[in-house]
């Protein structure tokens, strides 16, 4: 891993659907967005997984992937320690994540919760030309990262007093045709990178 590049945990249930596809659309969106210089390295795993099972068939057919090229594989504390954003598709595996890694709250959102903080992050700097109370926008694009995720942390409570269920992508694997909830997976994260590659972009 060079300097620049930076490890993002995805997680889901099972690690068969939703997480790796929020994990193919970010970096997807990453390499697409971001400049060449600022890598990632974007993985995935499942609270309650089976290792070794396959992607599921409609999840890998929105992201255009083979499904036999997918592993599933089980959350343990040290990936989520060793992870520099963690990214839950719902509050389930948020409270499973910050359980097995306590430490790891300050860098630790639902998909959905980061993309709202992100965003709101960005329009003061788009609208501001910076965020209230928050130290200078670094120059280079991995302190500027680093800075933006200290500040979706600090805007938490941005969100308060929402309908709380509105941070989770339910899952809807076993509901015969789900691909209605992939995509809107998808959608949410790559806008989230987008917010994100904004911030990294944004002149001064």
């Known amino acids: 891993m060079s300097a620049t590049e930076f490890r993002v945990l995805f997680v889901c249930t099972a690690n068969v659907c939703r997480s790796p596809l929020a994990a193919q659309s ?5 390499r697409a967005h971001m400049p060449a210089n600022l890598g990632a390295r974007v993985v995935s795993a499942g609270v309650d997984a089976w290792s070794g099972e396959r992607q599921c068939e409609q999840s890998a057919h929105v992201s255009g992937v083979d499904p036999s090229a997918h592993q599933a594989r089980r959350l343990d504390a040290p990936e989520v320690a060793g992870a520099k954003l ?36 960005n329009e ?5 030309g910076c965020v209230p109370g928050a130290p200078p926008l670094p120059d280079d694009g991995s302190s500027r990262i680093a800075w ?3 500040e979706m942390n600090a805007a938490r409570g941005a ?5 709380e269920s509105v ?8 509901d015969g045709d789900h691909r209605e909830t992939l995509v ?4 949410t994260t ?11 972009l944004a002149s001064t």
């Open 26 to 30: 970010f970096d997807d969106a990453w």
């Open 86 to 121: 963690i990214l839950t598709l719902d509050r389930t595996q948020r409270s499973v994540a910050a359980r097995l890694a306590p430490s790891c709250r300050p860098r630790l959102f639902t998909v959905m919760q980061a993309r709202l903080l992100a965003q709101e992050v």
């Open 124 to 128: 003061h700097i788009i609208e501001h």
């Open 148 to 150: 933006l995720l200290a």
């Open 159 to 163: 969100l308060a007093g929402a309908d």
């Open 167 to 174: 941070l989770d992508i339910a899952d809807a694997h076993g």
């Open 184 to 187: 809107r997976v998808r959608e």
């Open 190 to 200: 790559q806008l989230l990178v987008a917010s994100m590659a904004s911030v990294v």
